[in-house]
């Protein structure tokens, strides 16, 4: 058994439900479903009962609920201890997997030369989780793009970049230089998985209720126009693979890159952090 399988479980075991799961844990319900059902085969038990009206817990599963949360627990002890003893101190960063920006080559060597004899783990997740892993407390802090439910989060802006839409390149709207957001009424759109952030889920979608194919990273959003001549957003500045065109989109509100931390964490680290980005954004 994986630790990670067992943080599966739990959030199914907790929720039972696995589409509210899935949310919780920012994963599509597929993969989870199916983490869960190695588990049963793995333990030769069935954890979980499952029908249209939900899922409840088999005694078997009520036992490993227990023995689980008490697991997972003890090892997140362990891990403090660790780190006390050793001396080690680090800060995990979360990352939106949204492209390279040179900011933040410019902010990690900034941060490298301010803490020398800190680790700095990076965390990069796809863009059904804007967050970055902050509420599931696999991070302290995320470099990310607003807008989210920011309930229990302290936010700071960086800067913004106006936006634009992905097209093929063969597409009679790609030679356009600027469009907006009613030129592309008609026109299929993809959009993220149920259980996304509906803040974030709207803005990639000009606010609209779009038909389209499902994506959770930047390579699918790109593979979808490219392979459907579907549209896409993207922040403006980002190199295009070859086939596709960014057009500025005028109307729609700029993306806002934002540091995000958790309301009344203390650490220097994440402060610092803050500092060093803010200041490197202003350069």
């Known amino acids: ?31 989870l479903s199916r983490a869960i059902k ?12 499952r029908s249209a009206q939900g899922v409840t817990l088999t005694p078997a599963g009520t036992v490993l609920l227990d023995e689980a949360r008490t697991l997972l ?40 030369k301010r803490h020398p004899d800190i680790e700095v783990h990076i965390r990069e997740t796809d863009l059904t989780d804007p967050t970055c892993g902050l509420r599931t407390a696999q991070v302290d802090i995320a470099l990310t793009r607003a807008p989210f439910d ?29 469009l907006e957001l009613a030129d592309l009424a008609d026109r299929r759109w993809f959009h993220f998985p149920d259980g ?7 803005y990639w979608t000009g606010g609209e209720t779009r038909e389209g194919p499902t994506v959770r990273a930047v390579q699918e959003c790109r593979q979808a126009v490219l392979w459907n001549g579907t549209v896409g957003i993207t922040p403006l ?3 295009m693979p070859e086939g596709l065109t960014a057009v500025p989109l005028t109307d729609m509100a700029p993306s806002r890159v934002v540091v995000a931390w958790n309301e009344g964490d203390t650490n220097p680290l994440i ?13």
């Not at 101190?89 to 949204?98: F, K």
């Open 271 to 283: 402060a610092s952090f803050v500092h060093i980005a803010t200041a490197t954004h202003r350069r």
């Open 73 to 112: 627990d003890h090892t997140d002890r362990i891990r403090a201890r660790i780190a006390a003893e050793s001396g080690s101190t680090a800060i995990t960063v979360g990352l939106l997997g949204d492209g390279t920006d040179l900011n933040a080559l410019r902010l990690a060597n900034a941060y490298r």
């Open 237 to 239: 500045g980002h190199d």
């Open 38 to 49: 190695q588990l049963e085969t793995d333990l030769g038990a069935t954890l979980l009962h």
């Open 196 to 202: 996304t952030d509906p803040l974030w889920g709207a």
């Open 150 to 178: 920011e309930t229990g989060l302290t936010v700071r802006q960086l800067r913004t970049d106006p936006v634009g839409a992905v097209l093929r390149t063969d597409d009679p709207l790609a030679s356009r230089t600027r």
């Open 1 to 31: 058994m994986e630790l990670r399988t067992l943080r599966y479980f739990v959030a199914v075991a907790e929720e039972l439900h696995f589409g509210r799961a899935a949310a919780r844990l920012h994963m599509s319900q597929p993969p």
